[in-house]
DNA sequence: GTCCTACTTCAAGTCGACTTGAGGTCAAGA
DNA sequence: TCTTGACCTCAAGTCGACTTGAAGTAGGAC
């Protein structure tokens, strides 16, 4: 029996064994078992575990995250429909990767930069620009 | 008298009404006064918010962007800590953009791989390690 | 002069991802 | 055997960024 306690997963996983019951509600995760009241997990669930750390960093919501993980749909046409969506992700991805970047440079000129506000400079107004004008109105994410 | 409706403000931008209003209760933007009970703009209020929009995609908070808005500081030592500030966020950015490359290059490999499951696949689960090893551990954003 | 409509305020609600608190349970060590 | 302390459940709270709803008001078309 090599399981892990949830103790153990939540230090190795540096997470808050709160967020391992949450996610276990929500489906992301299972226990394989209890030893009296407490959770019992397979190491697997590590790796899963930072499958949806990189998820959640790469933007996507738990749900989706979940959807990803747990092919719902038919056995064998799932395959496809998960290769294609994350196909799509990457696309995604990859986009807001450009405005980041965009972002970046407008920053980093901005700091450099020796106009007195930052739109009385040119470069930063051209950057500015690029930088919005092809933002799709998603609603943005807002760190801690 | 060049000043726009806050309706006109909402269109150009792209934003609803209510979220001017609330940009305005937090500091954000400001009206140069009313029409009636109607809020007008100065026309250079878009250009603010292209910013703030701006720095929502990047991943700041409203009231960091406050912060970066409005020098709240000393006159003369604030222009630096200004820079500094925009340094460091660049910085971050930056940091942020290499760790979506990373995983954008998992998605678009695993989108591509012929392993039954992801997890079975060494290049899978070798970017996966490179993604999540120097992640800071900061609450993920999370879209809609 | 009246009416419509788009605005106004203010309080309260929503959403995602957790966290916190109260009250309970049980495996293991003294 | 008894105690301890880390886990358990379930409900409720939090946080940021808005949105929604009720009740009120004024500018402009008729």
Request: hydrophobic content about 40%; charged content about 30%; proline content about 8%.
């Amino acid at each position: 029996m090599t399981d892990l306690d949830i103790a153990e997963v939540a230090h190795r996983a540096g997470v808050p064994a709160s967020t391992l019951r949450y996610y276990e509600e929500k489906g992301l995760i299972a226990s394989t078992g209890r030893r009296g009241l407490r959770r019992q997990y397979d190491p697997g669930v590590l790796e899963r575990l930072a499958l949806i750390a990189m998820g959640r960093t790469a933007g996507f919501s738990l749900d989706e995250i979940a959807r990803m993980l747990t092919p719902d749909g038919q056995p064998d046409a799932q395959p496809d429909l998960d290769r294609q969506m994350l196909a799509t992700k990457a696309d995604e991805l990859d986009r807001r990767i450009r405005e980041l970047a965009v972002l970046r440079d407008s920053l980093r000129h901005a700091a450099a930069c020796p106009a007195a506000s930052h739109m009385e400079c040119p470069t930063f107004r051209r950057l500015l620009k690029s930088a919005t004008a092809a933002t799709p109105r998603r609603r943005a994410p807002g760190p801690p």
